[in-house]
């Protein structure tokens, strides 16, 4: 006998929620209700209620990060259509279908069409971001796809005018609601993609119910603005409004009016920005002039420098200079030769014979031989008396 495998409710509990969770047909499903028992939680923002039809009944929860993107306030007794998931909460063990997003039953096959394109053209990869296109900065012209007669237009016009006046407009006015508007815009789209005239495109209306903005929702407009060369800008009715259109263009504008701001630059600012951009290009010139002006002057000064000109007019100097000098020398020296000389001269002149002659004085020879002392001579000896004019001969008499 088998012994049969006992489980805490906890266990159970997780894996019936594990069975659903992990079911692929209950992660993505639709359902139609009328709401019962609504109780809105408005410290979390969550919303607790019931779908019930004829002969069954379902617990929901709606969780307040999608609460918050409802575009009606649900109530009691009112249809809809709910998209989300079937699960179990685990702590009660109770089934209930988690509600993501929800369209009052009067527009919810139109909601139910949109999620189902939207899923299949997210899946083929028309919303991808590696497939938008860059919007240019400052476009020579701008394509505008829309109606010819609403407010959207005028909006875009003057915004369009008063930021980048020089911009080219070309307009392909269409319909923008009812049936032929779809093909109408798509028509729009592929003459701008056979005929590229264009830097960057807005297509777009004012606001309006789901029903006005259906055209938008069109797949064959989105196929049209996928293959677009031309990086296209969706302005598709208010802020809080979303459509396919604005998924698969490469930028989304919450209004007609901010796509007109996104598709081009403010000239104010432009001119701002240029204007500090030549501000700052005449700062790097100057500061570069300046330092190009001082480096030619140092080599300006060291080409001088070393030039033959200069290097002889220095030559010259020091050629003067060492020529003035050696005059010096030699003139130093010759006044220090004469000087020498003339003292020379007057100690010769001093022990000259004739000079002391001059001065009174004679010298005495005999027989041609100086007489210095008295023993030299004898009585009766000749001698010749030398006088400083003329010479004597005398005759010894005495000697004393």
């Known amino acids: 006998m088998i012994t049969p495998k006992i489980l805490s409710v906890s266990q159970l509990n997780f894996y019936v929620k594990s069975l659903l969770d992990n079911d692929e047909h209950l992660r993505y499903v639709f359902i139609e209700g009328e709401i019962s028992n609504l109780t809105d939680h408005y410290s979390s923002g969550h919303l607790y209620f019931s779908l019930k039809d004829s002969k069954s009944v379902i617990r929901c929860v709606m969780f307040s990060g999608c609460a918050k993107g409802l575009k009606f306030k649900p ?25 993501e997003d929800m369209q009052p039953d009067g527009i919810g096959t139109l909601a139910l069409q949109f999620e189902e394109l939207k899923k299949k053209l997210e899946k083929e990869g028309l919303f991808s971001n590696e497939h938008k296109k860059p919007i240019p900065k400052t476009p020579n012209s701008i394509g505008i796809i829309t109606s010819p007669t609403g407010a959207a237009v005028q909006d875009i016009l003057n915004i369009l005018s008063r930021r980048f006046p020089s911009v080219d407009i070309v307009m392909h006015p269409v319909l923008v609601q009812g049936d032929n508007a779809a093909k109408d815009l798509t028509n729009a789209i592929k003459t701008f993609t056979d005929n590229p005239c264009v830097d960057v495109i807005i297509i777009g209306r004012g606001g309006g119910s789901i029903e006005d903005l259906w055209a938008f929702n069109d797949e064959n407009l989105a196929r049209a ?9 969706s302005a598709v009715g208010h802020e809080t409004d979303f459509t396919i259109c604005d998924f698969v263009s490469d930028l989304r504008a919450p ?44 080599d300006i000064k060291l080409v001088k420098a070393y030039s033959p000109e200069n290097i002889l007019k ?55 031989k100086c007489v210095c002392k008295t023993d030299d001579i004898s009585i009766s000896d000749t001698l010749d008396i030398t006088l400083s004019k003329g010479k004597i001969k005398a005759e010894v008499k005495e000697i004393l």
């Open 75 to 99: 109530k009691d007794n009112m249809k809809v259509i709910a998209r989300g998931r079937v699960g179990v909460y685990e702590a009660t063990g109770q089934y209930q279908f988690y509600v």
């Open 225 to 233: 603005i996928f293959d677009c060369p031309i990086p296209v800008i």
């Open 255 to 298: 209004t007609p009016s901010a796509a007109a701001e996104l598709a081009v630059p403010d000239r104010e600012e432009l001119l701002a920005e240029l204007f500090s951009t030549k501000h700052y290009i005449d700062t790097i010139i100057d500061t570069k002039l300046l330092k190009f002006e001082k480096e030619l002057e140092r």
């Open 314 to 368: 220095i030559n010259e100097k020091e050629l003067y200079t060492l020529t003035t000098r050696t005059e010096t020398a030699i003139n130093t020296k010759f006044s220090d030769t004469i000087k020498t000389y003339e003292i020379l001269a007057q100690k010769a002149e001093m022990i000259n014979p004739i000079g002391i002659l001059n001065r009174g004085f004679s010298y005495v020879t005999k027989n041609g």
